[in-house]
């Protein structure tokens, strides 16, 4: 059995496509033997939609659903835009809420509606809530199968209940217990239970200290409570303490994981949308937009520059130079960026302490532009000794002024989007690329005018 896993694991989409045409039927049960995982690479290593919708359908049902989730945003989209509102709901219909929730937010709203009237009613009750959320919100990461009991159980009859319907729930790590208005009052964990005597009531053995949420919490924030507190489930509560729904550690994975792709695609410029499942021409249009505002960044710095033409070509020297002092400006400011960006996402960095920060970075970049001022003034002085050593101060003193200014600027441009509610990993690559260009070939043309003509 282990040799058959083995070979489907490393089984290609070629190969996967050639069997499906010939042996269909040997191609669903291969799928059948398959983690969701596994499947959703085959699909993957497709060329185009044709071939992943070919492999689609011979996915079983229950399988279907967890390998949509594991696939691309987009991918998935594109699948889904292909299938009728039947085979949605069959999708749907094995998955939890949720997830379930997530295939149905992914569709058009008019196929959504028609999906859910095809599913039980108790179903509908289950999902129906969750679609009212934001899909980056707590309310939209929670599922509602949980276990809860009420507060005058005992251990007895909950393990009893338990054995006969707790294997349909996946994750299962707690037991909520819940008064007579299904409002929280006390969690016990499995490990606990196991170990208490049959007729303790359970509202004598909850805990009542525990960790919480509200629908309306944004996803990141939840995200930093599993992170602080070590968390492998959090219930959520309504803004009376009613119990509506619970979220588990697999599902922070994926906000991390989103989360942290996103900061880096927008650190370089990128939509949080661009990936390799898309067409060469929406690729092309995300990144052409930010590609344009970098344009118009650039011509900015360049008509500093041609401000001091006269000076450029007086002294050639200049513009064998100036590269060097931007570009240290440039990554200098691109490390204090990347530290606060990232400080920001993990909740380390806050209004509160943020003076510290940037006096902090504005110590580091004094200690390392005087530094590399001095390196880069001696080196030039020795390259270009025509000019003697006043070009080496020009240099110099431009170097210090940018690598303060790039301290300066990667502090304090995420710092104030932030304030101002906007992602600050958006739009601080761009801003801090033209403040370092600007001030570093000002400083450096205007200090040489001053100085050297």
């Keep these: 059995m282990a040799d058959t896993q083995s070979k489907q694991v490393h089984l290609n989409s070629i190969e996967a496509l050639t069997l499906a045409e010939r042996e269909p ?69 094995h998955l939890d809420s949720d997830d379930a929730t997530d295939i149905l937010q992914a569709i058009d709203r008019k196929i959504a509606d028609e999906v859910m009237e095809h599913l039980e009613p108790d179903e509908q009750r289950e999902i129906k809530p969750l679609l009212t959320h934001d899909e980056e919100s707590a309310g939209g990461l929670m599922q509602s199968e949980l276990f809860k009991v009420r507060a005058d159980w005992n251990v007895e009859r909950v393990l009893r209940v338990l054995r006969r319907w707790g294997q349909e729930i996946e994750h299962l790590h707690f037991i909520y217990v819940v008064d007579d208005e299904d409002r929280l009052i006390g969690i016990v964990s499995l490990h606990e239970l196991l170990f208490l005597e049959p007729d303790q009531q359970m509202d004598a053995v909850a805990r009542r200290k525990f960790i919480s949420t509200t629908p309306d919490q944004d996803q990141e924030e939840v995200a930093r409570l599993f992170d602080k507190y070590a968390l492998m489930a959090i219930p959520v509560l309504d803004e009376n303490g009613v119990l509506v729904g619970r979220i588990t550690a697999d599902d922070i994975i994926d906000v991390v994981r989103e989360e942290a792709t996103e900061d880096m695609f927008h650190l370089a410029a990128l939509s949080d949308q661009d990936d390799l499942a898309e067409s060469v021409p929406i690729t092309a249009w995300r990144r052409g937009v930010w590609l344009l505002v970098n344009l118009g960044t650039a011509l900015l710095a360049s008509s500093v520059i041609a401000q001091f033409e006269h000076t450029i070509a007086t002294i050639v020297a200049l513009a064998v130079l100036m590269p060097i002092v931007a570009s240290m400006g440039g990554i200098a400011g691109t490390q204090t960026l990347t530290v606060i960006v990232r400080g920001i996402a993990l909740g380390r960095i806050t209004f509160d302490n943020a003076k510290k920060v940037l006096l902090k970075e504005l110590r580091v970049s004094c200690f390392t532009g005087v530094i590399f001022a001095l390196v880069t003034g001696g080196v030039s002085s020795l390259w270009f000794p025509q000019y003697g050593w006043l070009l080496g101060l020009v240099i110099a003193l431009a170097m210090l002024i940018n690598l303060l200014a790039a301290g300066l600027a990667g502090a304090l441009i995420p710092l104030s989007l932030q304030r101002l509610h906007i992602d600050p990993a958006l739009a601080s690559g ?7 260009d600007v001030v570093g070939f000002f400083a450096f043309l205007g200090l040489a005018s001053l100085i050297l003509l």
């Design 430 to 436: 761009t801003i801090l690329t033209t403040v370092t």
């Design 25 to 93: 039927e040997r191609m669903c049960a291969r799928f059948a033997a398959m983690h969701s995982a596994d499947a959703a690479e085959l699909l993957l290593d497709c060329t185009d939609l044709q071939q992943r919708l070919t492999l689609f359908y011979l996915i079983p049902d229950e399988l279907q659903g967890d390998v949509l989730l594991d696939l691309p945003e987009g991918m998935q989209e594109d699948l889904l835009a292909q299938l009728h509102a039947e085979d949605i709901g069959d999708v749907v219909e």
